[in-house]
């Protein structure tokens, strides 16, 4: 069983940064990062291979988001530019064993969620 945990959520103004991590505790292929805001449905964000050598993003990020990973720790970030107020969601980190995409029903393993609000 694989657990994620995620860190650096919290309270930015819009134009702003924030750094996201999610830490996990076995191993893992590729992870990704999810968003949820309120009334809405989950939505992909971004992704990354178990290498690192293959990324993708939601439209929405693209530009602004970047990916990154550490397997030497298990982790990955999810460093975030250029806030905006629509980004204001619930960021959850997931982790796929043997796939790779944006689709939800790939990933297997999901983290608690860490809250990101962005004032205007």
């Known amino acids: 069983q694989v657990q994620l945990v995620e860190s650096g959520g919290g309270l930015v103004q819009a134009g702003g940064s924030l750094r996201l991590s999610c830490e996990a505790s076995?191993?893992?292929?590729?992870m990704g990062w999810f968003r949820q805001a309120p009334g809405k449905e989950r939505e992909f964000v971004a992704a990354?291979?178990?290498?690192?050598?293959?990324?993708s993003y939601a439209d929405s990020v693209k530009g602004r988001f970047t990916i990154s990973r550490d397997n030497a720790k298990n982790t990955v970030d999810l460093q975030m530019t250029s806030l905006k107020p629509e980004d204001t969601a619930v960021y959850y980190c997931?982790?796929?064993?043997?796939?790779?995409?944006?689709?939800?029903?790939?990933?297997?393993?999901w983290g608690q969620g860490t809250q990101v609000t962005v004032s205007s």
């Open positions: 076995g191993r893992i292929f590729s």
């Open positions: 990354i291979t178990g290498n690192g050598r293959s990324t």
């Open positions: 997931a982790a796929a064993r043997d796939r790779f995409g944006s689709a939800r029903w790939l990933y297997d393993y």
